[in-house]
């Protein structure tokens, strides 16, 4: 059973759309990431999420980019106005008390 | 500035050989060290990690890690691969207070029949 699960696991869009991608740890836990993984390149750190607020953001994470907790469960992750360099796989991830961050299947988000 | 390289994008080797996979990683990230697998089309799985204590580390499927202070180095070993080992590979360190992952380039390890 994942940690976390993420949906949906492959989104295609149209660029300037409206993306949300959603991640619903299993467990409570502390913290919350996205990353993102532009294909064949390296994992890279988009935002991190504590206790209902952004804790650090990187400079991929520009005003395009938002995150919540909506009711408590679900992490969710909006691109408001899509464009082709957005096309990557997106991960979310979570940690505990223990510095170890297990990672959802991901969601492949194509904008076309 | 933080960083974490992974000297090879690409290691090919014959089944049931020895492999090692190299990761070096800059003195301003925190020793918290992390190798995570990526199968084809699926996400990162945690290999092993590297928090305090014993230098070296065992993880999963046979693989483990040995923490080089001195070299600031993490290289992932195993004596005997399988074709099942072919995957992407990343080196990551923990970085800052928020507990964000610095990862590596990727190495992509490719087992030979």
């Known amino acids: 059973e994942p940690e976390v699960t993420q949906t949906p696991s492959h989104q295609v869009t149209q660029m300037g759309q409206e993306v949300i991608l959603r991640c619903v740890p299993i467990s409570n836990h502390l913290y919350f990431y996205w990353y993102r993984q532009i294909l064949g390149q390296k994992v890279e750190f988009l935002v991190s999420?504590?206790?209902?607020?952004?804790?650090?953001k990187s400079e991929i994470f520009d005003d395009q980019f938002s995150v919540e907790r909506p009711d408590g469960s679900n992490f969710t992750l909006k691109i408001r106005s899509t464009k082709l360099e957005d096309s990557a796989m997106y991960f979310c991830a979570r940690q505990g008390g223990v510095p170890e961050a297990f990672f959802g299947q991901g969601t492949r988000l194509t904008v076309v | 500035a933080q960083s974490v390289t992974q000297l090879d994008s690409q290691v090919p080797v014959f089944e049931e050989a020895p492999v090692e996979l190299r990761c070096n990683y800059s003195s301003s990230v925190s020793v918290y060290l992390f190798w995570y697998v990526q199968y084809p089309n699926q996400g990162l799985q945690l290999l092993l990690k590297y928090l305090s204590g014993s230098t070296l580390v065992k993880g999963i499927n046979g693989f483990e890690a040995e923490f080089n202070k001195s070299q600031t180095s993490f290289h992932l070993r195993k004596p005997s691969v399988h074709i099942s080992d072919t995957a992407e590979y990343f080196c990551a360190a923990h970085s800052g207070n928020t507990g964000k992952l610095i990862f590596g380039q990727g190495t992509t390890l490719q087992v030979k029949p």
């Open positions: 999420f504590y206790n209902n607020e952004i804790s650090e």
